[in-house]
């Protein structure tokens, strides 16, 4: 960081800068580094190994001021509860047909739309690209209002196919936005080889484009998915009866305004967190550069 | 207690199986529609994009734009649960709906004024926490050292875990005798605090929620932009003998901005967009705890008001129009959208 830690600024061996790496600190600044990461892991896990420590508390001692994480007399009596005596695959297999079925669809939407975005220099190409932006910024709560109404003139209530119709286009304009920044970073060069042998722009697109953006095509998946699996807004505007209710909903009745079912809350939380964090930290990689593709090539 | 059994499965199956098939059936028409139309008969230079496009835009269309005018219509109407199906429409009720939201409490007690100020504080609060802790965070890790990788996944937790499961469960740890933050406060010999009831200390709840959630996504995207900044840059500064301080402001911070313009505008818009955090941190229903869209969504819903919070998602929209238009003309943030 600083001239006091002994290196000639030649010596192209140790290359030294305070924000790129800490070679050159001293072993107590690298301790506070270490400690301050600790610190923030700390506050980052703490609230999640609460839930698992309460999922893991016998029925009779669910209110505790104790503080440990697994408790001393731990059982799986939650868990037993949540998956034998409530509706979890119910909810389970409700969030899943929904979400999954409105993955797919948006992808394959979204991926010929930003196709022509991307090749094409169409009269509307710019203000279509602001109307996407734009559309991210109206508030969900908005959307919701004439939505109910049209759905309920429509006898779209507690239908899966109301929820996923509004869920599949929602997330269309975010998609095109990264396929189409994906897109961009393949050579036109490529269509043009194809069509030079005789293949059509749209073969050219099944043939070369869709194959060489699988792994955009499973960031925007991953998206998509991620989006309806964990919303609750529309949910729980659109499915009132208990038949129909997806996980969010389902934890949402466990945790009742006047009763609260924490053993059986938390354990139905800890089923559905695990498998997602668990997608999303395998993924995260994929995740972020998708993300970050747009602006820094920007 | 319903129990998953084979009749909810089958019509699960088939109403998916009916979406699929309206959808395809739709998109084929209209795909030989505009062939018919653009290619055959216009022999139009842009028939193919459009025939791609189409399917995408029917359905924006249909749910996104269309709704948008028909609540401008609901907007101007008396359009509430006693008048649901035949509300009246008029230029006066528009109007009336407009000054209702500036005059009168927009649920029970609260006016519109504070609610703004609450949202833009909250909004505030937010994004300078989140681009502060965040890019501290990402400072530290962008570091060769033993246990990065470890740190970093370790710190995404609050973003993986489903937003609802976090959102609940703060909720319950704000609760006062068993809530883990109360029972550290008299651990450490201070008083206990009233997390739902007391209503700066329910802000404060979702505050502390709202800031655990959101700093790993900024952290994150600001750690991939310290990553691209090539250590040249700090080697020659050094050289020319500028202090840690001096390297953070001249090289990292304009370095990083293409980067954090667009992460602070969507952190700006998704924060005062947020339903979920202060919906459920705010048991009580207090609405000194409201943000905008949350009261958006009570009188929608609870109050069943819907001429009348058909008028005023209008405004909220309006207001965060022109930020962003406002914000973008100060930092060039959709300088790319044209240059591809």
């Keep these: 960081m600083n001239s006091s830690n002994g290196y000639t600024i030649h010596d192209k061996s140790k290359k030294r800068s305070f924000f790129y790496r800490s070679k050159g600190d001293s072993p107590f600044k690298r301790i506070l580094i270490h400690l301050v990461l600790v610190l923030a892991c700390v506050i980052a896990v703490y609230p999640v190994l609460r839930i698992l420590s309460v999922s893991l508390r016998p029925g009779d001692r669910l209110l505790s001021t104790s503080l440990a994480i697994i408790p001393k007399d731990a059982s799986l009596g939650n868990y037993r509860e949540v998956l034998f005596d409530k509706n979890f695959f119910l909810w389970l297999w409700n969030s899943l047909i929904i979400t999954i079925t409105t993955a797919v669809i948006g992808v394959i939407l979204a991926s010929t739309s930003a196709y022509a975005f991307s090749r094409w220099r169409f009269p509307g190409r710019g203000p279509g690209l602001v109307f996407l932006l734009t559309t991210q910024m109206i508030p969900a709560a908005m959307l919701m209002i004439p939505i109910y109404i049209l759905a309920a003139r429509l006898h779209l209530i507690n239908t899966y196919k109301g929820l996923i119709f509004a869920y599949s286009v929602s997330s269309i304009p975010f998609s095109i936005w990264i396929l189409k920044g994906y897109y961009d970073t393949i050579p036109v060069e490529l269509d043009e080889a194809a069509m030079i042998d005789g293949v059509s722009k749209l073969a050219s697109f099944y043939r070369i484009i869709l194959p060489l953006s699988t792994p955009a095509m499973a960031i925007v998946f991953l998206f998509n998915f991620m989006t309806a699996w964990n919303d609750f807004l529309l949910a729980r505007i659109m499915l009132q009866r208990e038949t129909m209710y997806t996980w969010t909903l389902g934890l949402q009745s466990l945790q009742g305004q006047f009763q609260t079912e924490w053993g059986a809350y938390s354990a139905a939380s800890i089923l559905i967190a695990i498998p997602v964090m668990a997608l999303f930290l395998f993924s995260s990689k994929w995740l972020i550069s998708g993300l970050t593709l747009g602006s820094v090539k920007g | ?340």
Excluded at chain 2, 41 to 52: C, D, E, V
Excluded at chain 2, 157 to 171: D, E, F, G, M, S
Excluded at chain 2, 189 to 200: C, H, M, N, V, Y
């Design chain 2, 1 to 340: 207690m319903h129990s998953l059994n084979l009749a909810i499965i089958r019509n699960s199956l088939g109403q998916v199986g009916f979406t699929i098939i309206v959808i395809v059936l739709a998109s084929a028409v209209i795909e030989m529609v505009l062939y018919a139309v653009l290619k055959v008969i216009l022999k139009n230079k842009y028939a193919i994009p459009i025939m791609l496009l189409a399917p995408a835009a029917v359905g924006l269309i249909m749910l996104v734009v269309y709704p948008v005018f028909y609540e401008f219509k609901i907007a101007f109407s008396n359009m509430s649960l006693r008048h649901f199906k035949n509300p009246s429409y008029g230029l006066a009720r528009g109007w009336n709906n407009l000054k209702l939201i500036f005059t009168q409490p927009v649920l029970k007690q609260v006016m519109f004024f504070p609610l703004l100020l609450r949202t833009i504080l909250w909004t505030v609060i937010q994004l300078s926490f989140h681009v502060s802790l965040g890019l501290g965070l990402a400072i530290l890790l962008n570091r060769k050292m033993k246990l990065r990788g470890l740190y970093r996944t370790i710190l995404i937790i609050p973003w993986a875990i489903p937003q609802v499961i976090a959102a609940l469960t703060w909720r319950g740890e704000f609760q006062y005798q068993y809530g883990f933050i109360n029972i550290m406060l008299r651990d450490i010999g201070l008083t206990a605090i009233q997390w739902k009831s007391d209503p700066f200390w329910n802000f404060v709840a979702m505050n502390i929620t709202n800031i655990w959630l959101g700093v790993p996504f900024m952290m994150i995207i600001l750690l991939g932009g310290l990553q691209s900044i090539s250590a040249e840059y700090y080697e020659a500064a050094e050289i020319d003998g500028a202090s840690a301080w001096d390297r953070f402001k001249s090289i990292t911070l304009p370095m990083l901005s293409p980067v954090m313009a667009p992460a602070v505008i969507l952190g700006t818009i998704w924060t005062f967009n947020n339903f979920n955090i202060p919906f459920f941190i705010n048991e009580n229903e207090l609405e000194t705890s409201d943000i905008l869209v949350t009261a958006l969504f009570r009188a929608a819903f609870q109050y069943n008001r819907y001429g009348f919070a058909a008028a005023f998602a209008f405004v909220i929209f309006l207001v965060l129009f022109i930020f962003a238009v406002l914000y973008m003309r100060a930092t060039g943030g959709l300088k790319g959208v044209y240059e591809k």
